[in-house]
């Protein structure tokens, strides 16, 4: 492989080293045997932010959600920013799973599990959310169409139950997605793990799984199929969530490139969120044989990509607005949000989304892991920051000078932020200890495409 | 047992090292006759497995009916609750709103073809079927780890204890085992 300036770039591979099949799976198994300290720590210290956000998830229910920072006319703030950060980070587990798949990118076999079990955390941590800031939760069960004695149904002409169709059909087909790619590695587990409790345990879930040729073609046509459907429903997903926005007559928000510019802005942030989850166990349980160079360098190309659509949609964005020639529009878009009250959020979603991810134009960079954690925890920022412009930055001045108003988060909102991150965690760290991470069997069958056939 | 006869029970089984070594096998034995064979392999296998199974299954029609089945739901109960039982007038906007019920419209329809798919694979396949006897061989747990294993019904025609035995001997597998009769 030749470099663009001619000089010799050494080859990435998707596997390294020689690992026999059996101690590919002695390796990425030893994760569920061991109890390391550093996984009882960490597990602690989520286990402590899921307190946080029991607590101020209690407080909230309990006392309305007059505890929020939120006011008229910032009706929407962290509940929905966080909503949206959560929702758009969830989409990079189906994406890399289901479209890489469809494109048959051998990258995504190492890290398409992290990056599901990913996908469905972060979209718990996204519904609990929308459910929190409807103010009487107990109420979410209206928008499902059932029969009530009050004679009314929900309204399908509105975006809300658009978004509850989407989010829990996107949860379900990403759960299923994951179960069936996990089948073949739970019963590894079951015939390899110690003692016999873990052996039933992982051979119910493993539903008798036994390998045969009958059950591998069947597999791998419907994973193929559960592909096919989830492609276009990660693409859907953050769509609807962006006509809540969209269909609305506000400045900022109602704009017909809202749908493309929030997926690309999910997949970016999606994208900069399995960087962070692989690079640190990638550290930790030595897996460099397995999540290689080769990894790392298309993940920073993949942020490096969607940044550019991201940063394509603020400019397209921020001209429709001048070239509209409305007022409000104008005044959104060239006053309030680059010299309003918000401008530091402002400056600092472009400093981190349009300026940090330039870094990866550098292969140095992109194969870094220290440099491209930085950068993708810098455009985590960024992506937040950026929801927190498209939602404040739009509401805080609305068409009547009279009823502006500033928006100040408090204890709370910071809670359920703050929490919902360590719940997350939570999840992520239980899954790590009783899940195989990296699929032992996609690995396996990489191996064997990768090396020349042993013939019998 | 009726239902599961299109499910390969095998009655005596030989061990592979190699996905190559397994391939080599199904080929010998197809050459002596035996028509109802199956392979087990810790990953897929596309050589043995596509001699074994030409036909493609038809799980992809179950799924795009039960995906066409969904949308239909989905758009008679918009119609029913939005423009027939509560008709609302918004804005003077038609009642029957198909635009605005796309989007539920195609979540069912990806919620519905997913779910028919994960029962599909399951009813398939036969699972969850949590015992099976190929379970009680001696060292088919490495089936999931780095073994490949050959199996032949009981029910073929070509199968008898002592001859298969000795035609899988030919093949120089790890090792032959012979299954026990299901409980």
Same mark, same amino acid.
């Given at each position: ?166 989010? $829990? /059909?996107? #949860?379900? *087909?990403?759960? !299923? ?5 996990? %089948?073949?590695?739970?019963?590894? @587990? ?51 969530? $962006? /006509?809540? #926005?969209? *269909?609305?007559? !506000? ?5 017909? %490139?809202?749908?493309?510019?929030? @997926? ?54 921020? #001209? ?137 | ?183």
């Amino acid at each position: 492989m030749v470099g663009w300036h001619g000089a010799p770039v050494e080859e990435l591979r998707e596997l390294e080293g020689h690992a026999t099949d059996e101690e590919l799976t002695e390796q990425l198994l030893a994760p569920l045997w061991s109890k390391s300290r550093w996984w009882r720590i960490c597990f602690a210290v989520s286990g402590a932010g899921t307190l946080l956000y029991l607590v101020a998830f209690t407080y909230t229910v309990v006392s309305g959600i007059g505890v929020w920072g939120n006011n008229i006319p910032v009706a929407w703030a962290y509940g929905i920013t966080n909503f949206v950060w959560w929702i758009g980070i969830g989409h990079a587990g189906t994406f890399i799973s289901a479209f890489l798949l469809l494109l048959q990118q051998r990258w995504r076999s190492s890290v398409n599990r992290v990056a599901e079990a990913m996908t469905i955390f972060a979209v718990i941590q996204a519904g609990l959310f929308p459910v929190l800031h409807l103010g009487r939760p107990w109420f979410a069960y209206w928008l499902i169409p059932y029969p009530a004695t009050m004679a009314v149904w929900p309204q399908f002409r509105s975006a809300l139950p658009w978004d509850f169709a989407a989010i $829990s /059909t996107y #949860f379900t *087909i990403s759960l !299923l997605f994951w179960y069936v790619g996990l %089948i073949p590695d739970l019963a590894t @587990v079951r015939d390899r793990a110690p003692g016999r409790v873990r052996r039933v345990v992982y051979g119910i879930f493993a539903l008798g799984w036994r390998g045969a040729g009958a059950h591998w073609q069947r597999y791998r046509l419907v994973y193929g199929i559960l592909a096919g459907l989830a492609t276009p429903l990660v693409v859907s997903v953050h769509s609807i969530v $962006s /006509t809540d #926005f969209a *269909i609305t007559q !506000l400045p900022g928000w109602h704009s017909t %490139i809202f749908p493309p510019y929030f @997926v690309a802005g999910a997949l970016y942030s999606g994208f900069a969120m399995v960087i962070m989850l692989v690079l640190p166990l990638r550290a930790v349980f030595r897996l460099s044989n397995v999540i290689t160079t080769r990894h790392l360098d298309s993940l920073g190309k993949m942020v490096l990509a969607m940044g550019w659509m991201v940063i394509y949609t603020y400019a397209i964005e921020t #001209f429709f607005a001048w070239y509209s020639g409305d007022p409000f529009e104008v005044a959104q878009y060239l006053r309030a949000r680059p010299f309003g009250s918000y401008a530091l959020v402002f400056w600092g979603m472009v400093f981190c989304n349009c300026v940090v991810p330039q870094a990866l134009w550098s292969r140095r960079v992109r194969t870094s892991p220290v440099l491209l954690f930085v950068v993708a925890f810098l455009v985590q920022v960024g992506m937040w920051a950026e929801r927190f412009v498209i939602i404040v930055a739009s509401l805080y001045r609305d068409f009547l000078p009279s009823s502006w108003n500033l928006y100040a988060p408090t204890w709370v909102d910071w809670g359920l932020l703050l929490g919902s991150i360590g719940f997350f965690s939570f999840l992520f760290f239980l899954f790590l200890r009783y899940i195989p991470f990296v699929p032992i069997d996609e690995v396996k069958h990489l191996r064997a495409e990768l090396e020349p056939r042993r013939s019998g | 047992m009726r239902g599961r006869a299109r499910f390969v029970e095998p009655g005596i089984m030989a061990e592979f090292g190699a996905e190559g070594e397994l391939e080599h096998a199904v080929v010998r034995l197809r050459e002596r006759g035996y028509t109802r064979l199956e392979i087990y392999a810790p990953y897929p296998v596309e050589g043995a497995t596509t001699l074994l199974y030409q036909t493609r299954p038809r799980l992809n029609w179950v799924v795009f009916c039960a995906a066409t089945a969904g949308a239909l739901l989905a758009l008679a109960v918009q119609w029913f609750t939005n423009a027939f039982d509560y008709p609302l007038n918004v804005g003077g906007r038609p009642l029957f709103s198909l635009p605005a019920w796309i989007p539920v419209t195609f979540e069912l329809a990806v919620l519905a073809g997913g779910l028919a798919a994960f029962i599909g694979l399951l009813v398939s396949i036969g699972l969850p079927r949590l015992w099976h006897p190929v379970f009680e061989v001696p060292g088919f747990e490495r089936a999931s780890v780095d073994r490949f294993w050959v199996g032949i019904d009981r029910r073929d025609p070509r199968f008898d204890p002592e001859r298969s035995r000795q035609e899988l001997t030919e093949l120089r597998p790890l090792r032959i085992e012979v299954v026990e009769v299901g409980r």
